[in-house]
């Protein structure tokens, strides 16, 4: 960690001495997954909205598919200003603001209308709030979707995941989330999940429908548990160097271009999980299965108990808060 703030203050000296350069200020957006995705849709829609408004005073540049940097790796760039833009998932943010693995909490949330009270009350303010200390500046949440469970076999009760290596995201509540049933995490960047998945670095993996599909993951995992244990969503961030050097006018734009690109994404979210899943169903590659209340039961209660320890981490008041929402 101490390592991690030396780079960080040694990039920001550097980036403060860059002269700025006439011509139009440039937004580079950084994010790993497919265009084809809410998240890589909302990303093109904000480019468009933004380029429009500024009148080509702000030029955004999307890099989709980990073509820039992958989450992890986004970190020291976007807070060195060498990036403008990301939006990491939840998890991506749990080694500087290990608060936001709040969202990885596995049964948090009852159903996407739960989670958009959460992120637009109290409890998202005070994760906005979170970040800001750390130099960066969170414009909005994003929504993928709930998370599904696949594998080279029906993983059907919580017993179906013992000894399994499920690859994570970076996050120790998602380590915790497989402990607690037994069965053993493997944290790898996004970009590498289709190869470890091929080649037997891991055997099962957790993913929304949009990124299962079209990450083509159902070419390697035979089975698809339809389990919603959890959610995967993003917060979308920039930096303080670049925003405060934002005329009042230019910061009024990217807001109200990401407003109306939130409500764009998070829309399609909604409606292309059915999609997704049919086209899966469609490869004719992947069995899908679903749980029956009484497994979907034994999941919950499993995995419930590793909140405790995430009460010092995360605070108390903050889980408190969201389940009460
Ligand atoms: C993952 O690593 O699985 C996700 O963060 C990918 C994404 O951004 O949806």
């Known amino acids: 960690m101490r390592k991690f703030s030396l780079i960080v203050a040694a990039l920001l000296v550097a980036a403060l001495a860059t002269p700025v350069l006439a011509g139009p ?24 909205l933004v380029e429009e408004r500024s009148h080509g005073e702000i030029k955004v540049e999307v890099y989709p598919n980990s073509s820039l940097f992958n989450d992890k790796d986004v970190m020291i760039p976007l807070m060195t200003n060498s ?10 943010f749990t080694k500087f ?12 949330f009852n159903d996407s209308d739960h989670l958009h009270r959460v992120c637009t009350g109290e409890v998202g303010q005070k994760i906005l709030n979170v970040v800001g200390k750390k130099g960066l500046v969170g414009l909005s949440f994003w929504d993928n979707g709930f998370k599904q469970l696949s594998a080279n076999k029906p993983i059907l009760n919580p017993e179906d995941a013992a000894g399994v290596k499920f690859r994570i995201m970076s996050s120790k509540v998602l380590e915790e989330q497989f402990h607690a049933v037994h069965a053993n995490p493997q944290v790898l960047p996004f ?14 993996c957790e993913n929304p429908l949009s990124n299962f599909y079209t990450k083509k993951f159902f070419e390697v995992q035979k089975d698809l548990t339809l389990s919603n244990h959890g959610y995967l969503g993003y917060l979308v961030v920039t930096n303080k160097i670049f925003w405060n050097k934002l005329s009042d006018t230019q910061k009024e734009v990217i807001k109200t271009a990401m407003a109306e690109a939130t409500v764009y994404g998070n829309d399609l979210a909604l409606k292309m999980a059915d999609s997704y899943l049919q086209k899966v169903k469609d490869s004719g590659k992947t069995t899908v299965h679903t749980l029956t209340a009484d497994q979907r039961l034994a999941w919950k209660t499993q ?11 995360i605070g108390k008041d903050l889980i408190d808060g969201a389940l009460a929402n």
Do not use: R
């Not at 603001?97 to 948090?108: E, I, M, R, S």
């Not at 970009?191 to 099962?204: F, R």
């Open 83 to 92: 990036v403008q833009m990301a939006a990491p998932s939840f998890s991506k």
């Open 191 to 204: 970009s590498e999940v289709y190869s470890a998945l091929q080649q037997g670095v891991v055997d099962a």
């Open 97 to 108: 603001a290990p608060q936001v693995q709040l969202f990885d909490l596995p049964f948090l």
């Open 25 to 48: 200020i440039v937004l580079k957006f950084s994010h790993v997954v497919a265009v084809d995705t809410p998240k890589g849709q909302a990303a093109e829609y904000f480019k468009k």
């Open 303 to 313: 995995m419930l108990t590793i909140y405790p320890k995430f009460y010092n981490v």
